[in-house]
């Protein structure tokens, strides 16, 4: 590759935003400084995993106290969304990813009437 060619791969490469350098670096951004500090005194915290700005869906897990709990359905739609969404009013859904029944002691193991 020549001088020439490796300084066009750089500027491209510089001028390419990154996933992680707008619309979800600001939400991550929010939720570490206006979210979690909230859930911290729970011994919990969420994590966007994505967000897409075009349709508005922003993905997040949850960690901590809130993985497994019998009120993270609660706490990530009357919580964490409604914050979000005053915040971003671009954000159509917010759609919980965790897989809650996992973890070291999860308090949330599926639905009990399941199967019944």
Same mark, same amino acid.
Request: hydrophobic share 35%; glycine share 12%; charged share 20%.
């Given at each position: 590759?020549?001088?020439?060619?490796?300084?066009?791969?750089q500027e491209?490469?510089?001028?390419?935003?990154?996933?992680?350098?707008?619309?979800?670096?600001k939400?991550s951004?929010?939720?570490?400084?206006?979210?979690?500090?909230?859930?911290?005194?729970?011994?919990?915290?969420?994590e966007?995993?994505?967000? @897409?700005?075009? &349709? *508005?869906?922003?993905?997040?897990?949850m %960690?901590?106290?809130?993985? +497994?709990?019998?009120?993270?359905?609660?706490?990530?739609?009357?919580?964490?969304?409604?914050?979000?969404?005053?915040?971003?009013?671009?954000?159509?859904?917010?759609?919980?990813?965790? @897989?809650?029944a &996992? *973890?070291?002691?999860?308090?949330?193991? %599926?639905?009990?009437?399941? +199967?019944?």
């Amino acid at each position: 590759m020549s001088e020439n060619e490796q300084v066009e791969v750089q500027e491209s490469t510089q001028e390419a935003p990154s996933p992680a350098t707008g619309f979800q670096a600001k939400v991550s951004e929010f939720v570490e400084n206006m979210i979690n500090p909230s859930l911290a005194s729970h011994g919990g915290w969420v994590e966007v995993k994505s967000a @897409d700005v075009d &349709t *508005g869906i922003i993905e997040m897990v949850m %960690g901590g106290g809130c993985h +497994g709990c019998g009120a993270s359905a609660t706490t990530m739609k009357f919580g964490v969304q409604t914050a979000l969404m005053e915040e971003f009013p671009q954000i159509s859904e917010l759609i919980d990813v965790t @897989d809650h029944a &996992t *973890g070291e002691n999860p308090f949330f193991m %599926g639905n009990p009437f399941d +199967g019944m």
